[in-house]
């Protein structure tokens, strides 16, 4: 099966996006902590993510966006629940563990629900970067604290208008 690549330059570094032919397989952050398997028919283009491309551009830009592209998420079933749980948590919110795992109907499985959260292969399209822990900090996370940090300042910014985020002290700004 092909899988296709590009980098696509975010304020927070050159993100990695990747696709099968059903869909969006990952969203990496450069930060991001696992690596993203190579296919041997891999091929190089921007022609499958013109709209994850177009739907970024807005993101980036503080613009409101309802993320449509189609996703190939793969994971076990309980991944699977988490995940779509995530994509439910609106920009500029945030939700614990807890919360989580209440919400699937697993209320003691907040560790499980953290696990599942990491694992998540598609950053900012399936938000874990909204998932915070139950004292309100910010706990791990796979493209890095200070990406999340950033993230969720910029969400919180754009429901509020207030647009001018700079990228984390680690990152150069890309052109």
Known sequence: MKQYRYLYTSPLGAIT???????LTSLSLPEYKYDIPVSDDEVITREPFQTVIEQLDQYFAGEPVEFSVALDLLGTEFQQQV????????AGETRCYGDLAALIGKPSASRAVGAANGQNPIAII???HRVIGKSGKLTGYAGGLDAKAWLLKHEQAMSSNAFN???PAHVEPTA
Do not use: F, M, R
Not at 17 to 23: C, K, M, Q, Y
Not at 83 to 90: D, G, M
């Open 17 to 23: 996006l990747t696709a099968s032919e059903h869909g």
């Open 83 to 90: 995940w779509a749980e995530l994509q439910k948590i609106p």
């Open 126 to 128: 399936v938000p874990c």
């Open 165 to 167: 985020l700079q990228p």
